[in-house]
């Protein structure tokens, strides 16, 4: 996903700010915060407008570039 | 003789490995029991420390910002019980959250929490209690934030008396200097008006507050990201400050406090000798003006804070009942002296001689000498001393290229590269000993001429000759050793370690040069060798997943990938020249794939490896996730990506 062209260059342009949440290590901080956006298991993928009030894009479990582009051009959308 | 070689491996390894730190300094925890038996009914103290990273900082149980304090979650045995955490006393840090100014409350440096074990009467004195548990806290620096996690376990033994352990005496005294002080002489009284609460603190006699004060909200009322004032002394004589109701910081999350009836918190000031801290609760009436008289009502109960309380006069001190204490944060480190690591360097030496290739020489050396000195005995011995000395000048010979060599290149040699190529040698040799390829056989004859000489100069070049003649295996030995004294600063301790092994390797012929007699008694050469030499080998692929673990840290993920290829490729290459590199093969053979495929390989793969022996790739700059993050960045008007992912 995160080596994909045009994503790469579309992160860039829009500014995104990148936030992982690694669970590999099971952190209850981490369990306990995600149920926030609907789901039970990792991964999960949430992408948020720049408008604070704007509600979030929780990505489907499997997705694709396209899907991805999709999301942050909505995302860019609801921004302004 | 197996494991004293494997520690010299592993020795060399980490101190190679210590050398070079690998990623950035963490930060360590430690756990220390204040005994090592308790009398049922008593009670002692468990202190946990952090030791923080450069720039990092952990929570106070109210981290002035969004954060979370260190905690324990305990596994106790029954008839244990274990008070709460309590913390020493915190500084206000000015720091960045999320690329806003901010105060937090917390710690950096060292900081020592304690907690209070309570044993009850039903513990059966003479067993042994396990105490286990984790503890667990949040850091920071301005950027980031990790958890941190430290799992401890150590046994207490009921006993008739309890018994402290002297050597943490002083370190619990100290400890307990940080934590809130006894406030039950101290009364406190707050006011409200139009967001100041106005805190009047009753101090007891012969205590004077000194600047700096500062009062830790732990019930957040008070609004930690506001400076906070000198007081001063009323007419009363007490101390008066103002402080900040806490109405909210959106911009770094945090919530107005819920209003209480009284104002909680640590109140540090200093006493004149340094800083000391009193836990307050100050009532703080709803009617807003508050006459002064009240004293009585107003006057609030204090936390009483935890005194030392261990009973006095039980200074019995048992060294067999040290508790021990499990502490995977590597107290281990500095166990390896100087010396105790040159006597393993002089076993390495030592073990030389038994590799099949040196071996069955040692008796005939030794025969040797026997033959041309006759019965002479003090003649045999100074052939043997002959011997010894050529040995070793061919070592100082040795050191002295190699130091200079480290002079000159050394500093160029970046870690990721020291640290591939230590890990290709130990490879290397580790296939050498399996007997996959062997080389250097040509200098067996050539050796031969020299040491055919007769006389003390004779012994004096076959000493010279011992090691280099037998590179099949020394060549790898020396390997390590080189690395060994690599990794060391000083010149004169690297000198040290070739004088060392060099007397590993020539003490028992001088040994046997002294006592001919002891010649009948060395075990026959045999196919046991060829097992040693196998055996050993599994030792030096130990030490290569030890460097490569280091290795991996160093160079990321994507290029470790590309360099295990890259050693199979070597791998191959080796073979294909211990396969059809040696003289009994047709000329072609030889010369096609023994050699030019052999070689391209080999060098193929060193050019693999060395070309991804850097830093990983400069990737996407992710953000590390802390609780409250997102509430915390959404305001910044930014599209934000959260991945919650995992490694499995």
Known sequence: ?80 | MHRALFFFFILSTQTVLGQFSLGEKETTAKVTPEYSAVEPGDSFKVAFTLNHAEHFHSYFKNAGVVGSPPSVTWELPDGLRAGKLLFPQPAAIRTMVGGVDATLYGYDGEATFVVKIEASEDLKVGSEYEIKGSFDWQECDDKSCLMGSHDFSFKVIAREESLPIKANENFFEVASTALPQDGSAWGALATEKEGKISLEIIFPEGIEIGEPVYFFSTDQQIDSQAPQEEGTLNKEGHYVMTLQRNQGTKGLAIDAGEVGESIKGLFTFSDGFGSSSIEISALLPSGATSGSGTTGEALSAFVPATAADRKAGLEVYDVNVLPEVVDPGGSKEKEVTFFSSLWLVFLGGLILNLMPCVFPVLGLKIMGFVAQAGEDEKKIKIHGMVFGLGLLITMWILAAVIISLKLNWGEQLSEPVFLGTMIIVFFLMGLNLFGLFEFGSKMTSVGGELQSKKGYSGSFFSGVLTTLVATPCSGPFLGAVMAFALSQENRSIQFAVFTVFGLGIASPYVILSLFPALIKKLPRPGAWMETFKQVMAFFVFATVVFFMKGYLKIVGEDHFNIFLFALCLIGLGVYLYGRYGTPTMAKTKRLVTGYGLAGLMTFGGLAWAYSTAKPPKQGLAWHEWYPGIMEISRPKGRIIWLDYTADW
């Open chain 1, 1 to 80: 996903m995160f080596s994909n062209k045009e994503i790469l260059a579309k992160l860039k342009e829009l500014n995104v700010l990148l936030i992982k949440a690694d669970n590999t290590k099971r952190l209850q901080t981490i369990s306990d915060d995600f149920p926030r956006y609907g789901r039970v298991a990792l991964p999960v993928n949430v992408i948020a407008p720049a408008d604070p009030n704007a509600p979030v894009i929780v990505m489907p479990e499997v997705f694709g570039p396209e899907e991805a582009l999709k999301a942050l051009e909505e995302a860019a959308k609801a921004s302004r």
